[in-house]
């Protein structure tokens, strides 16, 4: 073991943290300097942390499962009285749904109307619920020939999680709903009043600018709209909630904490460009080819 002096070790402490400062300025001017640059060295760095990631989260989720079905047992008695409630308000609603499906298929064959064709998609795993460029993200593992790209929709069982904002040669990066740099066009499902949807890195995103005199009411559905081609219509986000202050958010349908599996829907739509197909404007007073 090498001894040093104090004044030495004195001098060495002094000295790190504004090294670590100056290092820390360094790498946020490069990021800034070449966003493509340091974007692919994320998607590199990902790539690298992936198997890793995918081997820690398989304990982790095995714990969390145990104790899921310990809380679960607890509640059982409850979770059985109103499970069957609930049965036995879905037999009712399945028939109103069969009744309402056989009419729409009645006049689709009246006014000749194509059926909706249903999208590709791919099942890929969350194996990290990362932050970097994003405070509320998710680190996807994929296949080495995959045929994931950015703008891509992601759902879980239950409704709308986000869109692929990074893609590299073994992972992608999803951004979530409720990030703060996240807005998509969604309307009330009932009065297709549109709004957007903002999220706040907390866990319900709010509704603003909707249409003036048409404010959405807490306990409607929300889904997804049309407008600027990002997302397509109808995909569904959540029940209307009113937070602190008369804040109008949105309880989402997906459960953005418990993450194991997402579907990454392709449907076609080119509504964001990614970054790197972003022209450049020329500078006034220069001339194309010399």
Same mark, same amino acid.
């Given at each position: 073991?090498?001894?040093?002096? %104090?004044?030495?070790?004195?001098?060495?402490?002094?000295?790190?943290?504004?090294?670590?400062?100056?290092?820390?300025?360094?790498?946020?001017?490069?990021?800034?300097?070449?966003?493509?640059?340091?974007?692919?060295?994320?998607?590199?760095?990902?790539?690298?942390?992936?198997? %890793?990631?995918?081997?820690?989260?398989?304990?982790?989720?095995?714990?969390?499962?145990?104790?899921?079905?310990?809380?679960?047992?607890?509640?059982?008695?409850?979770?059985?009285?109103?499970?069957?409630?609930?049965?036995?308000?879905?037999?009712?609603?399945?028939?109103?749904?069969?009744?309402?499906?056989?009419?729409?298929?009645?006049?689709?064959?009246?006014?000749?109307?194509?059926?909706?064709?249903?999208?590709?998609?791919?099942?890929?795993?969350?194996?990290?619920?990362?932050?970097?460029?994003?405070?509320?993200?998710?680190?996807?593992?994929?296949?080495?020939?995959?045929?994931?790209?950015?703008?891509?929709?992601?759902?879980?069982?239950?409704?709308?999680?986000?869109?692929?904002?990074?893609?590299?040669?073994?992972?992608?990066?999803?951004?979530?709903?409720?990030?703060?740099?996240?807005?998509?066009?969604?309307? %009330?499902?009932?009065?297709?009043?549109?709004?957007?949807?903002?999220?706040?890195?907390?866990?319900?995103?709010?509704?603003?600018?909707?249409?003036?005199?048409?404010?959405?009411?807490?306990?409607?559905?929300?889904?997804?709209?049309?407008?600027?081609?990002?997302?397509?219509?109808?995909?569904?986000?959540?029940?209307?909630?009113?937070?602190?202050?008369?804040?109008?958010?949105?309880?989402?349908?997906?459960?953005?904490?418990?993450?194991?599996?997402?579907?990454?829907?392709?449907?076609?739509?080119?509504?964001?460009?990614?970054?790197?197909?972003?022209?450049?404007?020329?500078?006034?007073?220069?001339?194309?080819?010399?």
């Amino acid at each position: 073991m090498i001894r040093l002096s %104090v004044p030495l070790r004195q001098a060495i402490a002094r000295l790190v943290l504004p090294l670590l400062i100056a290092a820390s300025f360094g790498l946020m001017l490069l990021g800034k300097a070449d966003t493509v640059l340091a974007e692919r060295a994320r998607a590199a760095l990902a790539d690298l942390m992936v198997p %890793v990631y995918g081997v820690l989260a398989r304990p982790i989720g095995t714990v969390r499962d145990a104790a899921t079905g310990l809380r679960n047992l607890v509640y059982l008695h409850s979770d059985n009285t109103r499970l069957r409630e609930e049965n036995e308000r879905l037999r009712r609603w399945r028939d109103v749904a069969l009744a309402l499906e056989a009419e729409n298929l009645a006049l689709r064959e009246v006014l000749r109307a194509p059926a909706e064709p249903t999208p590709q998609f791919t099942t890929v795993r969350v194996v990290a619920d990362l932050g970097g460029a994003y405070a509320r993200s998710a680190l996807l593992a994929v296949g080495p020939q995959h045929t994931v790209r950015k703008g891509q929709v992601a759902l879980d069982r239950a409704g709308l999680v986000g869109r692929i904002t990074e893609v590299g040669g073994r992972s992608a990066r999803l951004l979530l709903v409720t990030d703060i740099n996240s807005r998509i066009p969604v309307q %009330v499902e009932r009065t297709r009043t549109r709004a957007i949807l903002a999220g706040t890195n907390a866990p319900r995103p709010r509704l603003q600018h909707w249409t003036d005199g048409e404010v959405p009411v807490p306990g409607e559905r929300i889904v997804t709209s049309s407008e600027a081609g990002a997302f397509p219509a109808g995909l569904p986000v959540g029940i209307v909630h009113e937070g602190r202050g008369g804040v109008l958010e949105v309880e989402l349908f997906a459960d953005l904490d418990r993450l194991e599996y997402v579907r990454l829907h392709e449907f076609g739509l080119t509504g964001i460009l990614p970054p790197e197909q972003v022209t450049r404007p020329e500078r006034p007073g220069r001339r194309r080819g010399g």
